[in-house]
């Protein structure tokens, strides 16, 4: 019902900056929670980012805080993660996910969201 698709991973260097990208389609997300999740080889999927599509309210885990921005446009149905001051420490492949916001749920768990996207590899070179 719902399809996420990213892009805008690649390869920068230490301190550089990209964008990620995340096309939504399908259900309305005027009711959703959209996040970001990463996961770097041999370890475990951790929360990035997570935004409340109606209201535009943003929550960051505490390591991307000051570093990443998470927004989005309602007109394209995107959400984006700007991603600054990158450490090799960010590289992991990064998934986009969705779940409706109901009352209770809990943004920061991988086992809250219902829909995910492909993930989209980020290399940051030392």
């Known amino acids: 019902q719902v399809l996420l698709v990213e892009s805008g991973g690649g390869l920068v260097q230490t301190g550089g900056s990209l964008r990620l990208s995340c096309a939504a389609s399908?259900?309305?997300?005027?009711?959703?929670?959209m996040g970001w999740f990463r996961q770097a080889p041999g370890k475990a999927r951790e929360f990035v980012a997570a935004?409340?599509?109606?209201?535009?309210?943003?929550y960051y885990a505490d390591s991307m805080k000051g570093r990443f921005a998470i927004s989005r446009d309602n007109a394209e149905s995107m959400v984006y993660l700007q991603m600054n001051s990158l450490k090799p420490e960010d590289t992991a492949v990064y998934y986009c996910?969705?779940?409706?916001?109901?009352?209770?749920?809990?943004?920061?768990?991988?086992?809250?969201?219902?829909?995910w996207g492909q993930g989209t590899q980020v290399t940051v070179s030392s």
């Open positions: 996910a969705a779940y409706y916001g109901d009352s209770g749920s809990d943004y920061s768990l991988l086992y809250t969201y219902d829909y």
């Open positions: 935004i409340n599509w109606s209201e535009g309210t943003a």
């Open positions: 399908g259900r309305t997300f005027g009711n959703y929670f």
